[in-house]
């Protein structure tokens, strides 16, 4: 038993709990132990799931693909080209699903990611706020067959040093933009 009046409260009511409810089938010098070997065995468990989980949903995915049965999104190739004082990421959704896109990430130089602040609006008529910008981008579904326009400041993507960019979709899976490079994103020139 336990030095601690508390520690002795606590084992005599759990002690109590299995005593009456189980029958007198545990005996107190024992009940610690089960208790403990419960708890290591449901975390054992409970670990097993999420990991076989993962595995059998990447086996499904790479059977479907196989036959031809695209399970995901995508394919969704993106091109940057500078329009005016903007960056423009053209998004094309060539799969059989809808995208829905989470979010852009960046590179910088130290390879560290970033997220710039995206805009799905050409003429920026108010400046959205940060959290507005980025909720806003997280609406943003592309059905299949269909092309959408993002639009990033040059200023911006230079600040954070942005070498690579990709496009996020809700499953996490990166798509990286073609046709961008940290140069071009400094090349948009306010004069064209």
């Known amino acids: 038993m336990h030095n601690l009046p508390i520690l002795n409260a606590i084992e005599f009511g759990i002690f109590c709990n299995f005593h009456y409810g189980c029958g007198n089938l545990l005996e107190p010098d024992h009940m610690d132990t089960i208790t403990i070997a ?10 097993c799931h999420f990991f076989l989980e993962i595995r059998i949903e990447k086996l499904i995915d790479r059977a479907f693909a196989a036959l031809g049965l695209q399970s995901g999104m995508g394919p969704l190739p993106v091109t940057s080209e500078a329009k005016g004082t903007r960056l423009v990421l053209t998004l094309t959704n060539q799969g059989r699903h809808a995208v829905r896109i989470a979010g852009i990430q960046g590179r910088n130089r130290d390879d560290k990611p970033v997220f710039p602040i995206p805009s799905l609006d050409e003429q920026i008529s108010h400046e959205p706020t940060e959290e507005e910008a980025r909720r806003a981008i997280t ?3 592309i059905e299949p067959g269909a092309s959408r326009q993002v639009f990033l400041q040059p200023d911006e993507l230079s600040e954070l040093g942005c070498r690579k960019i ?24 306010p004069a064209d």
């Open 38 to 47: 419960a708890i290591v065995i449901g975390l054992l468990l409970g670990i």
């Open 139 to 141: 609406r943003l579904t």
């Open 166 to 189: 990709a496009v996020i979709d809700s499953n996490a899976k990166f798509w990286p933009v073609a046709g961008f490079s940290g140069t071009s994103a400094q090349s948009v020139n």
